[in-house]
């Protein structure tokens, strides 16, 4: 009986084992397709901050629509095998990944910038001035 808790769907793993390794298989996999961001706020902007190592300018898209930020890229690792070398371990590999922010109202989104500097995607996304109230003047008695 013990045995068949220990085997799981005729392989040599325990149900525990399985769990753990599909847990983090997919913990890893998620991470490695999906750039880590910060957003900052300040008055006069947002800053998105992504960390992209790997990547040129090059390989980054950055495009909106419809109020929407795509930012995407795609980069990849040698697959050349050289003449009397072989990997031992290969772990990095070509991909690609693509992130979407759906932007607040109030942005000037013509004048959305970025910059790439040491493997970071700084996009910087201006606000809009914002509208001051207008002083009517109320004049009494008077009409024209």
Known sequence: MANDVTRYNDRNT???DD??????????SYSAKVPAVDI???PDEFSIK???????DKDVKIYVEKHVLH????AGS???EKEGRKYLVRERRHTSFE????LPDGLDESKISAEFENGILTVSLPKLPEEKPRHIEVKIGQKN
Do not use: C, H, K
């Open 14 to 16: 325990s149900v525990f």
């Open 50 to 56: 992504a960390e992209l190592p790997g990547y040129s």
């Open 99 to 102: 992130r979407t922010f759906s």
């Open 71 to 74: 930012i995407s890229g795609e």
């Open 19 to 28: 769990f753990f390794d599909s847990m983090l298989n997919a913990w890893g």
């Open 40 to 42: 900052e706020e300040t």
């Open 78 to 80: 040698d697959n050349e």
